[in-house]
């Protein structure tokens, strides 16, 4: 089985193929991401739920603290009392560990991770700690002994499944980028003004290779130059030379956009949507809601057999390859129930179960089964990895101007343009913030000036409006183009 990550670096989306068929969408949410670390104020407190509102900012939603996860504010006091620890216009630093939902806010901690790809940094626990998927107790002992005498003092340390078989100077290279990163933030929680935003795990390349990248990913192909080049710096850093070589990198330089290329603008499409049509004619319905998300299995068409108790077998067994593939692909989490279509027999229902928990094997979110109730819904859970694919496009408010403007733009790398072409621009995604939201000033200045270049010159920098008034509004190399027909209305306003 071929299996491959494919990066829109300009449309900050990338996704997990394998047989050219879409597994898993990964995007990079602009507000309240997991592992973002925020010093706050305490705005509300709940004695009766043991619980805090801390605001984060100037502007958003407040973040979620139960007295559960306030463990370093209370100073060894052995206290379940949160007024007991925490004040109104109280100062926190705290870090989200939950992204917020269309109506709630973040979920956060005070107990602060910094993860590397090797190890987690834990500033605030004096502890060590090996992680539970790794199975060889040799391997465990080794990577103890190895974290005993690393781990910086009165900080605690995790280390990750990915530090089995790791050379010795790679996690010592990993944990001392965090213990700087450790530092950045200390400094900068003290020079800041508060509510504030201290660090954030932005980098959708780093992340990938950090989370998502596995030994048996056997090509990675991107739309950026640049990011293949930021691609090859973090998989030499982190992984040996024998994985980079068995991995195929490969710049994606075609005019068409990569996300049209390999249909995965398609599969959001169809994943946003609550019906899904099952080979065998079937379909399912999906509703996702805050407290859960329900499925339905309806037979539709599917008349190919005889036997009614075969016909309703096979259309659950369809149903259930699909459901697997839909709540890893729309990262669907938390309670989830399956209206199967009604079977008798009980033998039936055992052979669903089976077929079902292996089809949710592969699932990295790790679904459990919790029962067929005696209605005959099957309940499960799903751990939670991040917004679904739901919340991301519902809470920015855009997802069919998402999806109608993002996904046809072409790759920013050595753009250039003709002068005579002064009507084809190509619009940077967030050029809504660099530049709409810009103000002029009433007494704006502007001096006229003249300049020729050569044409060569001129047809790789500048865009003109005429031959001899020439303006150059960014540099060659920016990552965003102004919408100059625009700006000339607006320049030229101001000069009459």
């Known amino acids: ?52 509102f801390v605001k984060l900012g100037k502007y958003g939603k407040s973040g979620f603290i139960h007295v559960s996860d306030i463990k370093p504010l209370k ?107 450790w530092s950045f933030i200390e400094k900068a929680m003290i020079s800041s003004s508060y509510p504030k935003l201290l660090y954030k795990d932005e980098d959708l390349i780093k992340k990938i290779v950090r989370d998502f990248y596995e030994d048996n990913i056997r090509k990675i192909i991107i739309d950026s130059e640049n990011g293949l080049n930021q691609l090859n710096y973090h998989l030499r850093q982190w992984h040996s030379e024998s994985s980079i070589i068995n991995t195929k990198l490969q710049f994606y330089s075609k005019p068409e956009c990569i996300l049209e290329q390999f249909d995965i603008k398609q599969t959001i499409v169809k994943a946003l949507k609550p019906k899904v049509k099952l080979a065998s004619g079937g379909h399912i319905i999906i509703e996702s809601n805050e407290a859960l998300t329900v499925i339905d299995v309806n037979s539709g068409s599917f008349n190919k057999s005889d036997n009614s108790k075969e016909a309703i077998l096979r259309t659950n067994f369809s149903a259930a390859i699909e459901i697997a593939y839909q ?21 039936d229902q055992l052979q669903l179960l089976d077929h079902f928990s292996r089809c949710l094997y592969l699932d990295n979110a790790k679904p459990q089964i919790v029962q067929l109730s005696e209605l005959g819904l099957v309940e499960l859970t799903r751990r939670r990895r991040g917004q679904s694919l739901q919340e991301l496009f519902q809470s920015q408010n855009q997802s069919n101007y998402y999806l109608r403007q993002n996904f046809s733009l072409k790759p920013v790398d050595n753009v250039i343009r003709d002068p005579n072409q002064s009507n084809n621009f190509l619009f940077y995604k967030n050029i809504n913030k660099l530049f709409f939201k810009k103000k002029f000033k009433k007494n704006l200045t502007l001096e006229c000036k003249q300049f020729q270049p050569k044409q060569s010159f001129a047809c790789k920098y500048f865009l003109y409006f005429d031959r001899v008034n020439t303006i150059n509004l960014f540099k060659p190399k920016a990552n965003c183009i102004v919408p100059l027909l625009l700006y000339s209305k607006l320049i030229g306003h101001r000069h009459k």
């Open 1 to 52: 089985m071929v299996k491959k990550i494919v990066i829109s670096h300009f449309n900050n989306i990338a996704a997990i193929l394998q047989n050219n068929k879409t597994q898993e969408i990964i995007l990079i949410n602009d507000t309240y991401q997991v592992n973002d670390i925020y010093i706050g104020i305490v705005q509300k407190i709940f004695s009766s739920i043991n619980a805090a």
């Open 75 to 181: 100073k060894g006091r052995k206290t379940n009392n949160i007024t007991e620890v925490l004040s109104i216009n109280q100062v926190v630093l705290v870090q989200v560990i939950k992204e917020p939902t269309i109506n709630k806010g973040p979920r956060l901690t005070a107990n602060i991770n910094l993860v590397g790809k090797y190890a987690i940094l834990m500033p605030f626990c004096n502890t060590i700690c090996i992680s539970h998927k790794i199975y060889d107790q040799n391997e465990r002992n080794y990577l103890y002994s190895l974290a005993l005498l690393l781990k910086p003092v009165t900080m605690g340390l995790l280390v990750r499944p990915s530090a089995e078989g790791t050379k010795e100077d790679a996690i010592i290279e990993d944990l001392e980028h965090l213990k700087k990163q």
């Open 327 to 347: 709540l890893k692909i729309r990262n669907i989490n938390g309670l989830i129930v399956v209206d199967f279509i009604d079977m008798q027999s009980h033998r």
